[in-house]
């Protein structure tokens, strides 16, 4: 993969290498691009922290340098330093490529990166590693937002605030800093965690699928300072990014907590304006204005797209499950919802929703007939047709999803069937099959 993506250019002698076979090496990648004003500065940083990463257990230290493309001398004054094993793409290919050819070209069980910019300490590093061997942590992050000092502006504070919010929420984790450019990650872990983007949303991805692998995640306080000049990172074009990959990320695991949660924020406004209406239709009004109307509308429209979007999130969890080759997940929230998970309760609330919305409409149709007007009883009418819409929707999902269920798992019932076979068969010494 660094055969097709970058040319090596080591300076010097060759590279640091661990002062025993089996000691636990860090490899540190820096991803630099047009970094001359501070690449020397960040190196002899990390250089510098060697004998504290032996305090905390780790005996070797490599330092490799990713040159992205730089157009100016970043290349040429990260070569000029015998300890760094500098690594060089021809082209720009992003942030995320450059930390993933650092990873490939790297040696060490312990792999770190930082930005070549100086705004994440590499004094931090030993902590950072010490916390991964004690806590057996697969990924610790040096998080600017867990007590440590930081300079961070306060547009990307708040940026930070709501990618923290939402991959907390779809993630089911806390999660103070997804944005961090500053981690140790176990190299065990790096199957788990890829793919990556190449660009500089590479950090909320690796953050989203961290929490849905189960990886054991540690985020240490670290102090952040802002960088001098102007900033990479676009608060708007970035932030949009970072929002919308986290997003698709979280659907590729668990579909039913993202489209759920979306789905049962539209029925419970559909539920608030419907509760609202039958308050009015008790106390007698039987007319609507234009905001009544719209309101009315509104509600129908969002009760069935919120039924549709929550069963949709849960068809996609088995379908996902089936890809994945596991059991699907159980539950909205990763866990079960009052018993089975909510899916699972969809056949008898469908049906007694299509049973209730279709027994609402007999007795209007029945007291129109015996004389009462219209105006007096569309209400109920409309309320017994999304009754009944709904309801065959969630009926139709369950059906849907039941066999889904049972496709994925298939193989389980498969393996259970040939151990209690093997179980129940018993050998009779000296019995011999009938003629």
Not at 97 to 126: M, N, Q, S, V, W
Not at 215 to 241: A, F, N, Q, W
Request: charged share 20%.
């Amino acid at each position: 993969m660094v055969a097709q993506n970058a040319s090596l250019a080591t300076a010097g002698v060759e590279p640091a290498r661990a002062e025993h076979s089996g000691a636990t090496m860090l490899s540190v990648v820096i991803p630099a691009l047009n970094e001359e004003g501070g690449i020397a500065d960040i190196v002899c940083r990390v250089e510098a922290v060697r004998p504290a990463l032996a305090s905390a257990g780790v005996e070797g230290l490599e330092i490799i340098v990713v040159d992205d493309g730089s157009r100016d001398r970043t290349a040429e004054i990260a070569s000029s330093y015998s300890f760094v094993r500098l690594v060089r793409h021809p082209v720009n290919q992003g942030y995320g490529a450059a930390i993933k050819t650092g990873f490939g070209c790297a040696r060490g069980e312990l792999l770190a990166f930082l930005d070549a910019d100086g705004t994440y300490p590499p004094e931090a590093l030993p902590d950072l590693c010490r916390v991964a061997m004690r806590e057996q942590a697969d990924v610790v992050v040096g998080s600017r937002r867990s007590g440590g000092a930081s300079e961070m502006p306060p547009v990307r504070r708040l940026g930070n605030f709501m990618w923290s919010s939402l991959l907390s929420t779809v993630g089911n984790r806390r999660v103070a800093d997804p944005a961090s450019g500053m981690r140790v990650v176990r190299r065990s872990a790096l199957r788990r965690l890829y793919p990556l983007p190449d660009g500089l949303n590479f950090t909320p991805v690796m953050s989203t699928r961290s929490a849905y692998e189960d990886l054991r995640v540690v985020e240490l306080p670290i102090h952040y300072r802002e960088r001098v000049g102007r900033s990479k990172l676009s608060v708007v074009r970035d932030g949009t990014r970072f929002l919308k990959t986290i997003l698709w990320t979280a659907l590729e695991y668990n579909p039913a907590r993202v489209l759920g949660l979306v789905g049962i924020g539209a029925m419970g406004v559909a539920a608030a304006v419907a509760l609202a209406m039958v308050v009015l239709r008790l106390q007698g009004v039987t007319q609507l204005g234009t905001w009544g109307v719209f309101s009315l509308f509104t509600a129908l429209v969002l009760a069935v797209m919120g039924v549709s979007i929550f069963s949709l999130g849960a068809t996609f969890n088995y379908l996902v499950s089936l890809q994945r080759g596991e059991v699907a997940r159980q539950g909205l929230f990763g866990r079960p919802i009052f018993g089975p998970s909510l899916d699972h309760h969809f056949g008898w609330i469908g049906l007694a929703a299509m049973v209730g919305g279709a027994g609402l409409g007999a007795a209007s149709l029945a007291l129109s007939a015996s004389g009462w007007e219209v105006s007096r009883l569309w209400f109920w009418l409309l309320a017994s047709a999304s009754a009944i819409l709904v309801g065959l929707q969630l009926v139709v999902s369950w059906i849907l999803m039941r066999v889904l269920e049972s496709l994925s798992a298939r193989d389980a019932r498969i393996g259970d069937d040939l151990a209690r076979s093997a179980a129940d068969s018993v050998s009779v010494p000296g019995a011999s099959p009938d003629p």
